[in-house]
């Protein structure tokens, strides 16, 4: 190391002022271009990962303690028991009516104790009105629901089975 040290000065001494000047800018050049792309760039941008990074952390956090709060809510409100078949029947036919999916085209049957079968050719926009307002306003679920499309736009054949709070078919 120190024999390089040696030729290096010696080989420094050699040159001209005006040579000695010019390697020194050039050393100086490749010197700052070292370290802008060696250090700095790979840097700026690892800081530019973390701000995206950060930013979408905090949407998550902010949806994570949304879910937190309604969960409290839900908690805080006192357990309903399920209403049988026979009482969510009439609320069913209340609220589709309130939405406007008139009573001509399905029907309801009891299914099970607690379940209740809607079926039949209906208004789409209004059906997802419909059990929007039954789960939003009167947890009403849709346990499960097997749809198809009709040669009418915005018609479908639908049969859905419903169950209130707790209820099981």
Do not use: C
């Not at 701000?51 to 908690?75: F, I, M, N, T, W």
């Not at 099970?112 to 929007?132: C, I, K, P």
């Amino acid at each position: 190391m120190k024999a390089w040290r040696e030729q290096g000065m010696a080989y420094w001494r050699q040159r001209s002022p005006r040579e000695q000047r010019l390697l020194a800018a050039m050393a100086a050049v490749l010197g700052a271009a070292t370290l802008y792309l060696g250090v700095w760039e790979p840097a700026s941008q690892s800081l530019a990962r973390n701000r995206a990074s950060v930013q979408k952390l905090q949407a998550e956090l902010g949806y994570v303690q949304s879910l937190a709060a309604e969960a409290d809510k839900l908690k805080r409100q006192p357990a309903q028991t399920a209403l049988p078949a026979r009482e969510l029947m009439p609320l069913i036919r209340q609220v589709a009516q309130a939405q406007g999916l008139p009573p001509a085209g399905w029907q309801l049957n009891a299914d099970g104790e607690y379940g209740v079968t809607l079926e039949g050719v209906v208004n789409f926009d209004a059906w997802t009105r419909v059990a929007g307002v039954l789960a939003a306003q009167h947890q009403v679920r849709i346990e499960s629901m097997r749809l198809e499309a009709q040669p009418a736009p915005g018609q479908a054949h639908i049969k859905a089975l419903l169950l209130h709070a707790g209820g099981q078919s």
